[in-house]
């Protein structure tokens, strides 16, 4: 699976209701795709790799935002 295929998925899905989109699964680079599903979707975009190095951050006790890699890096918020 590719970056491609997560976007066409989350064209059919998006709707009002929906609060996040969420890319389960580690095995494809999604890491340069989150900021642009963001911008495009306008909601939270959360992926396995992204929510993993936010878990090791905090476990670090590293709170420095990483911008372009979206919300949940960008913002650290607390967990």
């Known amino acids: 699976m590719d970056a491609r295929v997560a976007q066409a ?3 059919r899905i998006d709707r009002s209701d929906i609060d996040a989109l969420v890319v389960p699964g580690g095995n494809f680079p999604t890491m340069d795709w ?3 599903w ?3 979707f306008g909601k939270p975009v959360i ?3 992204q929510a993993t190095l936010w ?3 905090r476990a670090m006790r590293v709170n420095t935002p990483l911008s372009g ?3 949940l890096l960008e913002q650290m918020p607390e967990g």
């Open 9 to 11: 998925a989350f064209s």
């Open 47 to 49: 992926t396995t790799n």
């Open 55 to 57: 878990a090791v951050l």
């Open 38 to 40: 963001e911008r495009q």
């Open 69 to 71: 890699k979206g919300r």
């Open 34 to 36: 989150i900021a642009p």
